[in-house]
């Protein structure tokens, strides 16, 4: 199917979640730069690149707005720990 022969409304769809996923990769930069932040007053203090407690807070929360968003609580909780995973990953490299 070329360009032309997809129906308009798709295309401003598409072009929607474009815009939506352009902004979530500069809202994770944001995020990044604040744990970048993090890991380095962790890393000047001898604290450990993880926080179980933090993190199940986090989890309880976010699993929270994801229902309360109509979101699946369960990919909320997975995409959290997907970016806690690179974050400790990140302060466990500070450290070195």
Do not use: C, W, Y
Request: aromatic fraction near 6%; charged fraction near 30%; glycine fraction near 4%.
């Amino acid at each position: 199917m070329t360009k032309s022969e997809i129906p308009e409304e798709l295309l401003r769809i598409r072009e929607s979640i474009d815009n939506i996923d352009a902004a979530l990769i500069h809202l994770l930069a944001e995020r990044f730069k604040f744990t970048k932040q993090v890991g380095a007053l962790k890393a000047a203090r001898g604290m450990p690149p993880a926080d179980p407690a933090r993190e199940a807070e986090q989890i309880k929360r976010l699993r929270a707005l994801a229902a309360g968003a109509h979101l699946d609580p369960e990919f909320a909780e997975k995409f959290l720990n997907f970016i806690v995973t690179e974050v400790i990953r990140h302060h466990t490299a500070m450290r070195s």
